[in-house]
């Protein structure tokens, strides 16, 4: 779902925009039917998923699912009827058991955009909203809008708006207890937050501000993490699609797509002037008929940075521009250094060779051992262990409670569902192919969705003998 989710949120954005860009489509279809096929894969005999291909149901990953299949639906994309309806029935037969709320919510959510609301179990929920998380009361409130109830609907947005979180002309909104902790991030709070106020209480003043406070959060041409950047496009498109008005006629507004009577629409283009500390300044060209095509880079050597503030002014003629057009700017740089050092974010990480790893000898096989220690419990966590090159990891050798392990060229990968508090270890092996003096990158573990919960080990050298 991570990679399938995002690629169903672009297609029916270029769908809707009517980009014309058939060759990224097809590669699109290429992505959608393999993932359709990975699920469909995954689908357990109970009509259920789990996170992997051998683990049993869970109904967080069936719901997932389940709006995940639903929403590429309703995007016009071929979808299995029965893959989702025996999906659905799963989560209609958990949900009277199910004892967490924020899990309720997202329950009700997605069997909602199924078409399978719960309008009852909504309402009776929405009774209880005080210990709801701010996600999961913008999924009620959108469960109740679909269900028809758009006054509780109304009444929960009400309690939601209180959770706001105001920095000057941004607001955003966080969740500090969720269903599992690589949900705590703000990013997808706030997407689905502005996708409520948008349905439901759509000229509220809020949406601008949350609007600007996800653009400033954007690295480069995405944010954090796929499900980060599948949240935020489906959050800003419903924004920018005029509060629940037709994308493809904000598209037909502002020049881009096809006239009425077919023909092709005058060129829509701008220019727009970069300028580093007023005395240098860059162009750029925004073209809204192509999108994907527009040439956003724009390069100023380092060496025009001075010690201290640097200032980036973007200049545009807004009688030509269309309302509301943030600019922000990411910098990204490199430091040189010999050695990684270790870091900790909630997870300590070391990794140990079974022998001295500048004592390696070619065609020797030897185990890796990596610990992890966490802080506090956290499930679903992954762990990257590269090798040196040389060296090449033996298949299948992944020990420990681990809920998947994948070999590649360069590293071992280890997928753990749980971590209690407490150091945990892990093990694989490698094998010495080629003789020479090789540089190897730390062991990184991190949760999959919060990367902001991580942990590293040291760098270190490698020597392979004759």
Same mark, same amino acid.
């Given at each position: 779902m991570s990679k399938f989710l995002p690629s169903v949120v672009v297609a029916d954005t270029l769908r809707e925009l009517e980009v014309p860009t058939e060759a990224f489509r097809k590669d699109f279809r290429k992505v959608l039917q393999a993932g359709l096929k990975r699920l469909y894969g995954f689908q357990n005999s109970d009509g259920g998923w789990?996170?992997?291909?051998?683990?049993? %149901?869970?109904?967080?990953?069936?719901?997932?699912?389940?709006?995940?299949?639903?929403?590429?639906?309703?995007?016009?994309? =071929?979808?299995?009827?029965? =893959?989702?309806?025996?999906?659905?029935?799963? @989560?209609?037969?958990?949900?009277?058991?199910?004892?967490?709320?924020?899990?309720?919510?997202?329950?009700?959510?997605?069997?909602?955009?199924?078409?399978?609301?719960?309008?009852? +179990? *909504?309402?009776a929920l929405a009774k209880e909203c005080d210990g709801l998380s701010s996600y999961a009361k913008a999924l009620l409130a959108l469960a109740l809008r679909r269900a028809g109830e758009t006054e509780r609907a109304a009444e929960?947005?009400?309690?939601?708006? #209180?959770?706001?979180?105001?920095?000057?002309?941004r607001v955003h909104f966080e969740t500090k207890d969720w269903y599992y902790k690589w949900e705590n991030v703000s /990013?997808?709070?706030?997407?689905? &937050?502005?996708? =409520?106020?948008?349905? /439901?209480?759509?000229?509220?003043?809020?949406?601008?501000?949350? *609007?600007?406070?996800?653009?400033?959060?954007?690295?480069?041409? #995405?944010?954090?993490?796929t499900k980060d950047s599948a949240a935020a496009i489906y959050g800003l498109i419903a924004y920018a699609a005029g509060c629940g008005g037709s994308l493809s006629g904000v598209a #037909?507004? &502002?020049?881009?797509g096809k006239a009425d009577d077919g023909k092709k629409r005058p060129e829509f283009r701008r220019e727009i002037t970069v300028r580093l500390n007023e005395t240098h300044k860059r162009? /750029?060209?925004? !073209? @809204?008929?192509?999108?994907?095509? %527009?040439?956003?880079?724009?390069?100023?050597d380092a060496g025009l940075l001075r010690t201290g503030e640097n200032t980036l002014r973007f200049y545009f003629d807004p009688a030509g521009m269309p309302a509301d057009l943030h600019c922000f700017a990411t910098l990204r740089y490199t430091v040189e250094s010999d050695r990684l050092e270790p870091e900790e974010n909630g997870l300590v990480?070391?990794?140990?060779?079974? #022998?001295?790893?500048?004592?390696? +000898?070619? !065609?020797?096989?030897?185990?890796?051992?990596?610990? &992890?220690?966490?802080?506090?419990?956290?499930?679903?966590?992954?762990?990257?262990?590269?090798?040196?090159?040389?060296? %090449?990891?033996v298949r299948g050798s992944g020990s420990g409670v681990l809920a998947a392990f994948e070999s590649r060229f360069d590293r071992a990968i280890l997928f753990v569902e749980r971590l209690t508090p407490g150091a945990h270890t892990f093990k694989y092996r490698i094998r010495c192919n080629h003789p020479g003096d090789y540089s190897v990158l730390p062991?990184? =573990?991190?949760?999959?969705?919060?990367?902001?919960?991580?942990? +590293?080990?040291? %760098?270190?050298?490698?020597? /392979?003998?004759?």
């Open positions: 789990g996170w992997f291909s051998n683990d049993g %149901s869970a109904t967080f990953m069936t719901a997932y699912v389940v709006y995940g299949l639903a929403r590429a639906g309703k995007a016009g994309i =071929a979808v299995d009827a029965s =893959a989702v309806e025996r999906g659905v029935a799963y @989560l209609k037969k958990a949900l009277p058991s199910e004892k967490d709320k924020n899990m309720v919510a997202y329950t009700l959510f997605a069997l909602a955009t199924a078409g399978e609301p719960q309008t009852e +179990r *909504a309402k929960v947005l009400a309690e939601l708006e #209180k959770d706001k979180l105001v920095d000057g002309e /990013i997808e709070t706030t997407a689905y &937050v502005m996708k =409520a106020f948008v349905e /439901i209480k759509p000229n509220s003043g809020l949406l601008p501000a949350m *609007a600007k406070w996800l653009l400033s959060k954007r690295e480069g041409n #995405k944010w954090h993490t #037909k507004a &502002v020049g881009s162009k /750029i060209v925004l !073209d @809204l008929n192509n999108p994907t095509t %527009s040439r956003f880079v724009c390069r100023f990480v070391r990794t140990r060779y079974e #022998k001295p790893p500048d004592e390696l +000898r070619r !065609d020797d096989e030897v185990e890796v051992t990596v610990e &992890v220690s966490a802080k506090e419990e956290y499930n679903y966590i992954i762990i990257e262990s590269p090798i040196p090159a040389g060296a %090449s990891v062991t990184t =573990a991190t949760l999959m969705y919060n990367t902001l919960v991580n942990g +590293r080990d040291r %760098s270190r050298t490698a020597k /392979i003998g004759e």
